[in-house]
């Protein structure tokens, strides 16, 4: 009897707007990832300092229990689910892809089918074909629910993982249509680099890669494509967000700019400078990067309004996050703190439209 009630709710929710656990004052956050048991030994990644690589990967697969109860005691009200990196974007098959995609869209839509009060979902998308990733992210927002969707950086392809695609060629403008036509995010994740790049670039100097250098090196310079290849001036609508405040992009934009501009005459497609996205188009979240003076220097750069607060559960801890900006009092009025926390999420993630 519960469980028909809660599926008619989940089945309203998508004619009548969402319905969700809406405090009035707790987070949202959306750069919290998830995985089946089945790919859990393929998301390379550290556990949180005091946590071992075994409660990480519990910590992975769970949704309703460690991870809800965490919700419930560090206030947060919403949580998007999206699947661990490097996921569909680490399988160079464009059909074996494709399928995962699928499938890993329907089995996180069953999981969370029971408490869409307190879970929503990125798509994990093949990003092979764009005619395809646009089909499936259409279907995802509009049979299951799906609140956009999460790329874990290019998708690697080719017999011998040595063909990297990247999403700001013109191939992939059918894809940003159907993005800018349901008007939903694009969450840019990064990626453990195939291993030619990998054995490349850090075999030099161990622990570099990932989260410490690897991710926001490469995936800094995908988000700087789209700039440069004119993504925006096509779909001037279109929503990107970068987790871990930007992948350190928004700190560096005077010599960006400066260097960029001088390449215009050059050709590039580009028709602004690449700051200017930052207020038109770009997005950043906090997830794990819980850094206040940085904060600050942001919302100087970029301003707050494009900001919103993020976990990177479970590789960051929510006691973590929310301890962290909680005590933003100290910088933000409560006004500005709201907004951090969930105001400009649920305009981004249309929660109450
Ligand atoms: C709503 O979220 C808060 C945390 O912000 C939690 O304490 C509360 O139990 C949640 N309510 C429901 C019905 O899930
Ligand atoms: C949803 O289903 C899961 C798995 O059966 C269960 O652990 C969880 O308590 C359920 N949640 C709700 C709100 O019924
Ligand atoms: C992409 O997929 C579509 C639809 O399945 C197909 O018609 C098209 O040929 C594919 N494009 C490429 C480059 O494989
Ligand atoms: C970038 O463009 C914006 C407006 O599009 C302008 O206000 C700003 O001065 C430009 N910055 C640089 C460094 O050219």
Request: glycine share 8%; aromatic share 10%; net charge negative.
């Amino acid at each position: 009897m519960k469980h028909f009630v809660l599926l008619a709710l989940t089945v309203a929710s998508f004619v009548h707007g969402r319905v969700w656990n809406d405090t009035g004052v707790g987070a949202i956050v959306f750069e919290e990832a998830w995985t089946t048991a089945e790919l859990v030994g393929t998301v390379g990644a550290a556990p949180a300092i005091g946590e071992t690589i075994a409660e990480l990967r519990a910590n992975l697969v769970d949704i309703h229990n460690h991870r809800l109860a965490q919700m419930d005691e560090f206030g947060i009200d919403f949580m998007v689910l999206s699947c661990a990196q490097p996921c569909v974007q680490g399988v160079s098959d464009p059909e074996t892809a494709a399928a995962m995609a699928v499938n890993l869209n329907n089995i996180l839509a069953d999981l969370i089918s029971n408490n869409t009060l307190r879970f929503g979902a990125f798509a994990a998308l093949s990003m092979h074909n764009a005619s395809v990733a646009a089909q499936e992210l259409n279907r995802a927002v509009n049979e299951l629910g799906f609140l956009g969707a999460l790329v874990n950086d290019y998708q690697q392809s080719g017999p011998n993982d040595d063909t990297l695609l990247y999403y700001d060629q013109p191939e992939y403008d059918e894809f940003w249509q159907m993005v800018t036509d349901l008007d939903v995010p694009v969450y840019f994740h990064p990626r453990t680099n195939v291993q030619l790049l990998s054995s490349l670039i850090y075999s030099h100097g161990f622990g570099l890669k990932g989260p410490a250098q690897e991710f926001a090196a490469t995936l800094s310079t995908h988000i700087l494509g789209l700039c440069t290849n004119g993504v925006f001036d096509r779909f001037p609508a279109l929503k990107i967000i970068v987790g871990h405040l930007g992948e350190r992009l928004p700190s560096d934009l005077f010599r960006t700019d400066e260097q960029l501009l001088r390449q215009v005459p050059l050709g590039i497609p580009m028709q602004r400078n690449a700051s200017s996205y930052w207020l038109t188009n770009l997005y950043e979240t906090t997830a794990g990067n819980f850094a206040t003076p940085l904060l600050q220097f942001h919302k100087s750069q970029i301003g707050l309004d494009r900001i919103m607060h993020s976990i990177d559960y479970p590789f960051a801890l929510i006691s973590e996050g929310q301890e962290w900006v909680n005590s933003l009092t100290d910088v933000l009025t409560s006004e500005e703190l709201l907004g951090l926390k969930r105001g400009t999420a649920i305009k981004i993630l249309k929660l109450d439209d």
